[in-house]
């Protein structure tokens, strides 16, 4: 199982032209995993034109046709998605192997205890300390696989260009 994992695509920039990237490198993937925070309900549009998507809310949009977490297995392992992980109770975290966060815009790949912790940053606007614009791409086999991805600075473009 590949999943693409993607978050806190915010800011000014050509909705076109990220989603053009995503596709070239979440070819193959079997799902696309958005933790959060799309900024422009045309990020998830196109996202969903790419293969099965799932989002979960976040704060920008707060939308409640998506739920806070996601909870499930894939393989061997017990995964959970939320955007805001500083939300939820350090317990509920305890209880996977695998969480994927978003919203501080930063990259993470850290096991505390026997949870490993992912974030896949922004894709389009560093902020809080950040620097860099990533996302991720994970391989559920035998291990895990975790794949940063560096994303380049979409310029703002004509069209579909939003801001949040």
Do not use: C
Request: aromatic share 8%; hydrophobic share 40%; charged share 25%.
């Amino acid at each position: 199982m590949k999943i693409g994992l993607i978050a806190d695509t915010q800011g000014s920039f050509d909705v076109a032209a990220l989603l053009k990237h995503v596709a070239r490198e979440f070819a193959g993937v079997d799902e696309i995993w958005h933790a959060g925070d799309w900024g422009s309900e045309d990020v998830l549009i196109g996202l969903r034109e790419l293969g099965r998507l799932v989002v979960v809310n976040g704060n920008a949009p707060d939308d409640s046709r998506y739920p806070m977490t996601i909870e499930g297995t894939i393989g061997r392992w017990r995964v959970g998605m939320v955007h805001d992980l500083a939300k939820r109770p350090a317990r509920w975290a305890a209880g996977f192997n695998l969480i994927i966060h978003g919203h501080t815009h930063r990259w993470r790949d850290e096991v505390i205890g026997r949870t490993r912790f992912i974030n896949p940053g922004t894709a389009t606007r560093p902020q809080f300390g950040g620097t860099e614009r990533t996302m991720a791409r994970l391989t559920f086999a035998g291990d895990l696989i975790v794949e940063k991805l560096i994303v380049p600075k979409f310029a703002k473009g004509p069209g579909n260009m939003i801001s949040t």
